[in-house]
């Protein structure tokens, strides 16, 4: 089974400033898609960016990039230019190809990431 | 569109009761899963389901039952709840497309006591 590794379970970050936010999986699948959801205080959860494991380019929104090492299994978050906004809980997520009948996602156990003015 | 809507937002059971967490799309999504949301744990899967009529288990099923006899509806039975159950449950649907995005509900907070 796939497995999906936060190893910062906090980090914190002053406002305007560039913070990374780790992730690392164990899969034997060579397709797959990778994700990254933030959970502000409110609960909804919300896609920041997707990577899909086929393309070498890494995935870039506005502030938000990876950095996808597909050898090492890394995919690691960076937000550029923080805002007290970005203040929530990040979670990676794995997903391999879809099968007929495949629609799990795995996730990690979660980054919460602080934005201090 | 009204996306992914969940009901009830919060419920308090006792040991040994029943109830259903409702859970609808109006996006016309083939794909919805249920995910339990626990301390330090993220969010685990529990049932999902490909279309009409054709659901499956996710990693923690045990305790919970599901079907789906419409797109639109995918609930989530708590035959007898346990303590154990006590967590925030996420509904998500997503389109059988390669965007493989999951749309999330709001969620329900669930205590069991």
């Known amino acids: 089974a796939q497995t999906v590794t936060q190893s910062q379970p906090e980090m914190s970050v002053q406002e305007a400033e560039t913070v990374t936010l780790s992730c690392t999986y164990d899969?034997?699948?060579?397709?797959?898609?990778l994700f990254w959801y933030k959970q502000p205080p409110s609960r909804q959860m919300i896609l920041v960016i997707r990577q899909e494991a086929y393309k070498q380019q890494n995935a870039t929104e506005n502030r938000f990039s990876v950095n996808f090492q597909k050898a090492a299994k890394s995919f690691s978050l960076k937000i550029s230019d923080s805002q007290l906004g970005d203040t929530a809980m990040y979670f990676c997520?794995?997903?391999?190809?879809?099968?007929?009948?495949?629609?799990?996602?795995?996730f990690g156990a979660g980054t919460r990431l602080t934005v201090k003015p | 569109n009204a996306g992914v809507t969940q009901t009830p937002k919060f419920q308090v059971l006792k040991t040994g009761q029943s109830m259903t967490l409702q859970c609808a799309q109006d996006m016309n999504h083939e794909y919805m899963s249920w995910y339990r949301q626990d301390p330090g744990m993220g969010l685990r899967l529990i049932h999902y389901?490909?279309?009409?009529?054709?659901?499956d288990q996710g990693e923690v099923p045990n305790g919970y039952n599901v079907s789906r006899s419409t797109t639109e509806d995918f609930p989530l039975r708590l035959l007898s709840a346990a303590p154990s159950q006590t967590s925030v449950y996420f509904c998500?649907?997503?389109?059988?497309?390669?965007?493989?995005?999951?749309?999330f509900g709001p969620g329900t907070r669930l205590t069991v006591t």
């Open positions: 899969t034997s699948e060579n397709n797959y898609y």
């Open positions: 389901s490909v279309g009409a009529g054709i659901t």
């Open positions: 998500a649907s997503s389109y059988s497309g390669q965007s493989y995005e999951q749309y």
């Open positions: 997520a794995f997903m391999k190809q879809r099968g007929r009948r495949n629609n799990d996602m795995r």
